[in-house]
């Protein structure tokens, strides 16, 4: 059902309100002639209203001895606040001149500045026309003041820019209030303000510094100072110009200022991958599909297959910097309004500005924006020279006026104008433009730019419900966009022709117009009502969704942004899930972790069932842990909370549902990978219930295939093979491919790859080493119909080490260094450093020398740093076995020490008898004899209680060596080989067997 967007009945606004009330009036009115009471009421209201009125005030209520004026009700007004205290001090002093014989009253006023709700046209008998508490407040700052005074709130006094002489009463208590408040006191009539003192003349010394800057450079200053100006005009002068700016109500989307740059470059909002070939001639057929990529072409999505996300995000990077190069050589290269960029855009900067060829395009480089805690967060220190851009000096403001104005204004009126501005040129241009030619002295400048902008939007009169409804969309909007939130069909067009008439609009071309500042789109959204908005949003996402799908593939956080504000929060959480899946996969991963955030935000206020919110921040969370994993590695705090969080919300719940079953599998992978057999444990369990309460219909396959496979994973780390091959014959029973291969996309991984790739390992350990060439045959033809590129280094990698087991080490070693180069190539660190771990275990030569030594450490050690701790206990004994080696004895004791002890405590068994055999190994050679003993007594039973046949016969091996090798059942462990297996090992106990 569609939803219908109505004329907005009321808006939001900030006004002034003075509450005036007759002291003592009770007893005079008990014993006065009700007649001559009423005559002073009546002249008492009359001469109030009269003041009130000529102050540009309106009086909304009479009670009784009690008036409320409102100041800036009808149209915003940026004097509201002077104009209310100046009415109420005439006001009361008034009443105190006039008080005499039996009326011998005092009036006393409190004034309090506030936002309210206004109902436009609304009839004082049936509606009040405002709703706030701004009336109340100013009751009670009544209250405090003594006969004939005025009293003041802190609200009212922040806009009166110092016209008053305050004297101020701190720590008041206030009914219906529950923090102290300081009011103040007004003691004079309105004064002269000071003006602000600057050194500069037409920013002469900032031109200046940025001719001469020998770096980028960042303009520092408020809003509304000419950052945007002083740009304009060394842009004008450079002999080419490249300007990327962004936006704040619109902004957030991952590499929107580019994105809204090629867009402009190529003349067309939605580029195809042909436009941006056309236009981007130059460049290689990656950088196209780089760009396509971020403008959401489904043609740049193979890079999705071909690359990590980091050697993605460097990609992207790259080929913005290389396309901007392509437009233009050397001029000038400006990034405008930092503070409004998305966490992606700053990686690209950074890119820009770290590149060596920087210097070599002989481009300048300009970045503005206003003081943003983002500017340290994301641009390295020392990487642009700071420029703070200050308020113009009086003789630079008059120069300016001058300039507005062709001449026209006569002294004083300048001098006034020049005096209210207070330095800000914005302020100064917009309150010429307000005041035409007209120059009065009632005038003033606010302390806030929103006031003076909401009276701008005022002023566009019958325009002001459309821009409005535009302001929903953002600073920039489309013509059709609007039309589609117009009522009963209207036409916006003549309303937007307003607005650029009225300098509140500018035209971008013949369907997309922008507000001419940000601030000015956020007057007049601010000024429309919470239910309003709240439809206008909802109105939004129902045209986005209907009309738009192409722009949400581009950039679905738009969409996720109008579901919150449209209430719509269970949506809004799974489009900023999207979002953040989207930035992930353009190696946006800031952007990435803000969309995880938002949506981790939102989950409190979701609507449904509480099990459908667990549902939701179980999700969340996974999302955020998988984000930071691969920021911050496996073990990061902040990634062990995520999903810590994920396992405590699960625990929790008292039925998780399908919808979580994605999230339980990712977090027990993190939770596996990181070591922590605790969290593991827990997580499979809780999937395993999962999948025991669902039918096994379509969606129940599912979850029992992700929970076979977690059991699968789980067995095989722990070393209980058997077990393990009980669940993967369960999966080979569900599994097809047909079916099943789709759930990589929710899950991050296929599941028979996942659990098919433990099968191989765990049947070399336990000597069913004929298996294995079929089975990794087996994991190549499945990966070959799945056709998935990123998973090749995973199942090349890790393929290599069942053969390696099996007694194939030139096929291992091939397969393995196939599968880095692989991950070399698409940027995989992860398997990249783990790849060459496995290299230095199967390949001995690599660590004979003491820098190979040295660089077995260096890789160990970022297998700790990232966390993937899984492993580390046996590649640290394996390292230590090379220590050994090397006759550094004393080394590799503590090595092989800490590695027993880490494998031992981590209850993941897989490698523990082998981790044994060596240290026993080491322990012998470094004169510790009965603790060899123990260690390898214990490696052997171990070995066959988990049934690792290999890590039996080595441990047997070992022992043959130290003892008679008669006394050692050799003999069955090799009968528990199939016939022709032919591992080393074998080979070797049977020359030791030989007579």
């Not at 095989?716 to 369960?730: K, L, V």
């Not at 068994?909 to 470094?926: G, K, M, S």
Request: aromatic share 6%; hydrophobic share 45%; with cysteine.
């Amino acid at each position: 059902m569609s939803l219908e967007v109505a004329r907005p009945e009321g808006e939001r606004k900030q006004v002034t309100a003075v509450f005036f009330d007759l002291v003592g009036f009770s007893e005079v009115a008990s014993t006065a002639d009700a007649e001559d009471l009423q005559n002073w009421l009546e002249d008492y209201y009359r001469m109030s209203r009269g003041i009130v009125e000529a102050n540009g005030g309106e009086v909304t209520e009479y009670l009784g001895d009690g008036i409320v004026a409102v100041f800036g009700l009808s149209r915003a007004d940026e004097l509201a606040a002077l104009r209310a205290v100046d009415a109420a001090m005439r006001v009361v002093e008034t009443i105190r001149e006039a008080a005499t014989g039996a009326f011998d009253l005092a009036l006393r006023a409190g004034v309090a500045t506030g936002e309210v709700a206004v109902r436009a046209g609304a009839k004082r008998e049936a509606w009040p026309r405002i709703t706030g508490m701004v009336t109340t407040l100013a009751q009670r700052v009544q209250e405090k003041a003594a006969p004939n005074t005025v009293m003041i709130s802190e609200s009212t006094k922040r806009l009166l820019r110092g016209r008053f002489e305050l004297v101020s009463r701190p720590d008041q208590t206030l009914k219906g209030f529950a923090e102290p408040q300081t009011l103040y006191r007004p003691r004079d009539t309105l004064r002269n303000g000071t003006v602000s003192q600057c050194e500069l003349v037409g920013r002469d010394r900032e031109r200046a510094a940025l001719k001469d800057a020998e770096k980028p450079v960042l303009i520092i200053g408020q809003a509304g100072i000419g950052k945007t100006a002083l740009v304009g005009h060394m842009a004008e002068r450079a002999a080419a110009a490249t300007i990327l700016h962004a936006e704040g109500i619109n902004g957030g989307s991952s590499f929107h200022p580019f994105k809204d740059w090629i867009s402009r470059h190529l003349g067309d909002l939605t580029p195809g991958l042909a436009d941006i070939q056309r236009g981007f001639g130059e460049l290689a057929e990656q950088d196209h599909l780089g760009l396509a990529l971020i403008m959401g072409l489904p043609e740049g999505q193979v890079l999705l297959g071909k690359l990590s996300s980091l050697a993605l995000k460097a990609r992207i990077e790259a080929a913005l910097w290389r396309a901007i190069r392509s437009t233009q050589s050397g001029g000038l290269l400006v990034f405008e309004d930092l503070h409004w960029f998305d966490i992606a855009s700053f990686g690209v900067i950074q890119h820009i500005l770290h590149s060596p060829d920087l210097a070599l395009s002989g481009m300048q480089i300009i970045l503005t924006s206003r003081e943003d805690p983002k500017l340290g967060q994301h641009l390295a220190e020392g990487s642009t020279e700071i420029l703070p851009l200050d308020p113009l000096s009086e003789s630079d403001a008059h120069q300016m006026l001058a300039m507005l104005s062709g001449g026209r204004i006569d002294g004083a009126a300048k001098a006034r104008l020049v005096d209210r501005a207070g330095g800000v040129p914005l302020f100064l241009e917009q309150l010429y433009k307000r005041a035409g030619p007209d120059f009065g002295t009632s005038e003033t400048v606010p302390e806030t730019l929103m006031d003076l902008l909401a009276a701008r939007i005022d002023d566009t009169g019958a325009a002001k419900p459309v821009l409005q409804r535009a302001s929903a969309i953002g600073r920039t909007f489309g013509l059709d966009m609007l039309t589609a939130l117009m009522p009963d069909g209207e036409d916006p067009s003549v309303a937007l022709e307003q607005g650029v008439e009225a300098g509140v609009l500018v035209r971008r071309s013949a369907s997309e117009f922008a507000f001419a500042h940000a601030l000015l789109a956020q007057a007049a959204y601010h000024s429309v009502l919470r239910s309003t908005r709240q439809t206008l949003h909802a109105r939004i996402v129902e045209v986005l969704q209907k009309r738009f799908p192409g722009r949400l593939a581009r950039d679905i956080a738009v969409l996720a942004r109008h579901q919150m504000k449209a209430h719509q929060i269970g949506a809004a959480i799974r489009s900023y899930l999207e979002a953040s899946k989207a930035a992930l996969l353009q190696g946006a991963f800031a952007d990435a972790e803000a969309h995880a955030r938002a949506a981790i935000a939102l989950c409190d206020k979701a609507e449904g069932t509480a099990d459908a919110s667990v549902d939701l921040a179980i999700a969340c969370h996974t999302t955020l842990g998988s984000i930071l994993m691969q920021v911050q590695g496996f073990t990061a705090e902040p990634v062990r909370q995520a999903f810590d969080a994920v396992h405590e919300l699960a625990r929790s719940s008292p039925s998780n549902s399908t919808e979580s079953a994605a999230a339980l599998f990712g977090s027990f992978s993190h939770a596996i990978t990181a070591g922590d057999k605790r969290r593991a444990d827990g997580l499979c369990d809780l999937l395993g219930d999962l999948a025991d309460r669902l039918p096994m219909d379509r969606d129940g396959v599912e979850v029992a295939l992700a929970a076979l496979a977690t059991r699968n994973c789980g067995c095989f780390y722990q070393g209980d093979f058997r077990t393990q091959f009980t669940q993967i014959a369960e999966i080979r029973k569900l599994y097809r491919i047909e079916d099943h291969a789709a759930m990589i996309t929710r899950y991050g991984m296929d599941i028979f790859a996942a659990a098919q790739m433990f099968e191989a390992p765990a049947r070399a350990l336990t000597g069913e080493v004929d298996k294995v060439p079929d089975l990794v045959a087996e994991t190549d033809a499945h990966q070959a119909a799945l056709n998935i590129p990123v998973m090749l280094p995973y199942a090349k990698i890790w393929g290599a080490v069942p053969l390696f087991y099996a007694g194939h080490q030139r096929a291992a070693l091939d397969r393995l260094r196939h599968g880095m180069a692989l991950a070399d190539e698409q940027g995989a660190v992860f398997w990249q450093i783990t790849g060459q771990t496995w290299n230095f275990i199967m390949d001995p030569a690599q660590s004979l020398t003491k820098a190979g030594l040295a660089r077995f450490k260096a890789n160990l050690e970022l297998q700790r740093a990232i966390g993937a701790n899984v492993g580390t206990p046996y590649f640290a004994a394996c390292y230590a076995e090379r220590l050994a080696e090397a006759d550094r004895l004393t080394e590799a004791y503590q090595v092989s020490s800490i590695a027993v002890k880490e494998a031992r405590e981590s209850g993941l068994h897989c490698w523990y008898a082998e981790i044994l055999r060596i240290h026993a190994q080491i322990c012998r050679r470094d004169n510790h004899p009965g603790e060899a003993e123990t260690a390898l007594k214990l490696a052997i039973e171990t070995s066959k209680r988990q049934g690792a046949t290999l890590w039996t016969l080595r441990a047997l091996l070992d022992l043959a060596y130290v003892t008679d090798p008669n006394e050692v059942d050799l003999p069955d462990i090799l009968r528990a080989f199939p016939p022709g297996a032919d591992v080393p090992e074998m080979q070797r106990a049977r020359l030791l067997l030989a007579p």
